[in-house]
């Protein structure tokens, strides 16, 4: 209930107005709050025209404002509430905001779900209270927001000036990050849209400001964020994401500072991937892809021109460019022939393309017209049916307006042409620079006013590059998961699937309370839903065994089956390569006899299947992360997983072909193909039988209302188009487990 | 004698002098030369105090320089000239030179070895006339240098001012990027000694500027980059290569802006490692590398504290450290205590700390003194003995001097306070902005009359911070390889062992001659040194096979032994397992008659031995790099090397110890490390093996005077102690080839 009211309150439409405030009070502002003259200074920053009144019971000034001493005193109500009171007078400041019709409110103070139980408390109340009062909430603990298309920034920290609008938006946990963000969006002639702070999250979430920017009318079930993100993908919006936390240790600094539980890294990457978010690892690269993103039409392939002024750039561009598996072919022969007539002689009209520091000397003469060699070089190449995009590495704007009237239109009307080139060219121009220095006052000025950017030098460009090409290549395949059961409330591990940290262990390490069921049930689980097991029986006597090792095929594996022995081999309960009636009957009594040795585990018998030798073994396996849901791991057996992690997770549901794709992320993936002699594996099997196993475990789960711990196969055995589960384990929360 | 005599023109005593010019002439310049325009510009920008004359038999003018016709009618020798002439008149100046006792020449030609053959031989015939006259040339096809200490700046390109001096020199290879380098330079207030375009290194090489850089007396021999490198790494100097061309198409291009091959990129990896050069791949990492190894104090560990103004910059940081290997220990009680003092009771003295927007807020208040609260956790944190560095993410300097009289005081106070603190901590600071912008031109005066440096940023500055604690780490253990036989001339394709692409498949498509030994001449040649192989006898007739099997032992494998056959199992030369007397006497008619049937082979026998199971299989194995020479590869066989290319490599020599290191960098270690229940290796038993076959190849190539082409052992069978070469491998050139 509290969850769909909040809902309410957060919807694209509501945020629209609450990002555009045109009136603004300050709650508990006067002369003495440093927050306050911080916000003030903002809004001037910002060039806010709307009327800011500060609010204080007692307060004589602040800072020049009109002061009142409630928010019911307003002439009319604000647009806004950016609330500084301290937190046990931030409820009753609600209160006050429902009586004067005011809608929207920024909460600064801190001491909520960031310092533990007690925090807790106070913040489910701040949002029950807000709820009662129709309040949209960002925060608590949050520096507030700039917004600069609607010139309103109410942001309790220093903005650098100016503050440039443009394409890309950013929604910080960090609010202290904000003044960060600005001075490198500032420096690059990044525009932004609307930045904000999260804080603690209490209402608004980080989806709910996706959902807002990708202009989403609707936000449905609990995975709001994969939603939104679909959305996103669907509508043409590519989202950045720098997700702290990747290390233990930042997992514990943002514990410290957001109050929330970082999810395990390789999860967490794997569902970006999966939701075609693009991750980056630095700030630079965050704001350098958006603009990369925001500012420049999108190449439709991945065959690059390259122009610059000097041969070294085109090295470090040809290395970064193979990093990024991005194509340099060679011109078409009447490219070549083109540039090559404004070159000197000795200068080789290759891609990549070097126009030597003639490129530059040209410049200098006016007599020439406006336009340089590296200039009639990019007026030629858009023009190549052998390029996708040209990387453009040919602008240098100086530090301040050149003093020669002459000279800098001259710069000024080159500007121009490029601009207007970029526009009419048939395939898109990226600017780069040629390394990441500020772009003056001057130069910024010259690009925004034609809409232009330049990146931040080659290393960044070149990254965002790179993240432009795999965004848009997968684009289209984002299928958010469909509502699923509500995840325990209690706080759970992160889950053992781990890109980085696989290893059988942790199963029998996982700390919370878990029912591994017996073998049989376990594999009559995944026959019963058409997924391949090895044949094979439970025996009760030797002479059983004997008669479903006849049946099944010597040579046979025996195995002692008991749901309280999950590490059978450790304890003497498997023996492999019966070839003979006799071993058969040696080996039960040998299993049967390790079973019974263990105290308290009830033995139910033992499995006898054939033996599967030759081919490959993968591991697929489903766990369930307390922050996403069930997730598929698939890898190759062995040291495969155990020695190089080398694992494709997914969050279910996925199909065959996806699954198909993760088959192709293995590193091991040479191996099925049929390396080293190998016959190769029918992988569409494989990836059938892996969906199949997904599908199992989604179902598993609903039944048991999210009661799924694990379901793995290790291994599933393929052999050509043979594909079989060897081995199968299914754990589920205690008392919902199968019997026998 | 041309090398000899061109080395003593180029040693770090004549350098000196070459890049401190007291006084330039500018051979070639008028009004009308765009380049004169740029020397005239850059040793303005400089500051440079000599004379500047123009030397131009028929110009009138020079940008009001004096002129004179020739170098012979200078008043008095420059110590300088820079040859702005065409390539047909460089010789006729190099004569006017010796004439006039003019030691140093700058060439800024094109036209010589990057245009092809013809440029080739003018290069020589340059370089001859340059050594007639007694003159160090720099170039051709190069730009020039900048001396930041001595204030010349022979540039032909625009530099930006202003010029800073300080630690870190800069060889480039493409002259144009020196503007670009300046750039970033002067934005990180980073201080440069000298800058160099190296152009085609006719005479003066990049290592001999390394030389003179790191201030040695001595060049020796052929190696010589590996030399500088080694008194470098002693010296305390270190080294950082930005080495382009890692990329096919960066060597490409590579080669058509410099007409130096490239060298295979993985080989140069491994080189620049083993003699702990650091590698970067952007020019900001470059810079970024340089300044935090040329302004900081080194840590003596990787312990870090870390102090900043924002949980996000902690959680960036945090994850970057992680990235990096670096630790971030716990504050000790007595740190946290102290620190806490300074912070608002809801703010955690954690490491990584984040003061809070409180401690930005505190500085604003001049009542508190200059301190903000992060400069006291400063104080505190220096004394932590659980650390062994700070990096401290707290000054934030503005973009001009603040106008209020009193808050540009306290601040200067404040980095005043800080330089000395840093200069006195017991444990090294290292400074580091929350992004890569520039330093404005007020923060950059505050810094550089302090000797302090800030990096560039998180992402840079944590990158930076890596290589130089793996630089620390690495020094001490670099050995430059002693004299070995000049590599042939003419041009070879990279070697086939490469860490990215390595496959059997290489050695048969190597375009070189080559000619295969016999194998039991290459088993012979190992066994003699010492290198354990596995016992066996050359069989001529099926008793023969069957007696030598008896001898070593069944089962046996047999191989049929021919010099002309290297792929034996895949025309069925090969037989396995052969567990009974029968069977190895079919074995051996059916491999004989399997090597009689490929034309033009001559068979030498069949080798029979013992069959090796269990345990692993390694692969080592000695090429010759056309640029470093013999070089060891390790790694383990089949998938590893084949899907994985889980290569180690060095330069040789290298002694057990190394070895055993290179064994550490593979990733498939923990299976000789007995991963999934295989018998651990001895691995110094394993190292010492292979350090024995490196000294063969040593051996072998220097009695062959280079013409040693590869060695390989592939299997290296390794059970526990057990350590036996199955398969011996030697090529050499035509002609050096061992008879059977």
Known sequence: MTDRAARELVTPQRLREFFAPRSIALVGASDNSGWARFIVASCATAGFAGPL????????????????????????PADLAFI??????????????????????????????????????????????????????????????????????????????????????????????????????KAHAIGLSVLTSMGNEAMMKTADVLAYLVADEEIGDPARFARAAERADRAGKPIVALKAGSSQ???????????????????????????????????????TTGAALGYNRWPRGRRMGV?????????????????????????????????????????????????????????????????????????????????????????????????????????????DWLARRMGSAPIPVIPVGSTCVNVSDYGRELLTRRGLNILGGLDLGMRAL?????????????????????????AWPAGPWSEASWSEASWSEAPWSEAPWSEMGARRLLAEAGVPVVPGGLAGSA???????????????????????THKSDIGGVVLALGSEAEVRAGYEKVRAAGLAVPEASVDGVLVTPMRTGGAELLAGVTVDPAF??????????????????????????????VRRMLGELRGLPLLLGARGARPANLDAVAEAIAGLGEVALSLNSALDGALRALEVNPLWVNGDQVEALDVLVVTEPGTEQAQ
């Open 53 to 76: 009144t500060a609010v204080h019971p007692r307060a004589k000034g602040a800072f020049g404002l009109p002061v009142v001493p409630s928010l019911r005193d307003l002439p009319e």
């Open 84 to 185: 500084l009171a301290p937190p046990q007078a931030v409820e009753g400041v609600l209160d006050d905001m429902g009586a004067a019709g005011i809608a929207n409110a920024v909460v600064l103070a801190s001491g909520y779900r960031e310092v533990g139980e007690e925090g807790r408390v106070r913040q489910d109340a701040l949002l029950d209270r807000a709820i009662a009062n129709g309040v949209t909430v960002l925060g608590p603990n949050c520096l507030g927001f700039v917004n600069a298309h609607s010139r309103s920034a109410p942001y309790a920290l220093m903005l650098p000036p100016p503050l440039i609008a443009g394409p890309v938006g950013v929604a910080l946990q960090s609010g202290a990050l904000a003044s960060v963000v600005l001075a490198f969006a």
């Open 249 to 287: 240790a930042g997992q514990q600094a943002a514990l410290a500072h957001t109050g929330s539980v970082a999810g395990d890294d390789a999860v967490v990457g794997a569902v970006l991937r999966q939701l075609n978010v693009i991750r980056v690892t630095s700030l630079e690269e965050l704001l």
């Open 307 to 415: 122009l610059t002024l000097s041969g070294g750039s085109c090295d470090i561009i040809a290395d970064a460019a193979a990093a990024q598996g991005v194509a340099i072919p060679d011109f078409s022969a009447e490219t070549e022939a083109a540039i090559g007539a404004h070159l000197p002689p000795f200068a080789a009209a290759h891609n990549p393309l070097d126009v030597t520091a003639f490129g530059t000397l040209a410049n200098l003469s006016a007599r020439k017209g406006p336009l340089t060699a590296v200039d009639h070089a990019l007026d030629i190449a858009v023009q190549d049916p052998n390029l996708d995009f040209v990387l453009f590495s040919g602008v240098v704007l100086p530090e301040a307006r050149p003093p020669d009237e002459e000279v800098a239109r001259t710069l000024e009307t080159r500007v």
């Open 466 to 490: 790179g993240h432009t090409l795999r965004w848009l290549e997968n684009r289209g395949g984002v299928r958010a998961a469909p509502a699923r059961p509500a995840p325990p409330s209690r």
């Open 543 to 565: 002479d059983e065994a004997v008669e479903i090792a006849r049946k099944v095929g010597l040579p046979a594996a025996l195995k002692v089956c008991s749901a309280q022995i």
């Open 629 to 658: 849901g069930p997730m598929l791991a698939v890898g190759l057996g062995g040291i495969w997983v155990e020695v190089l992690n080398d694992t494709s997770l997914r969050l279910l549901p996925v199909d065959a072909a996806e």
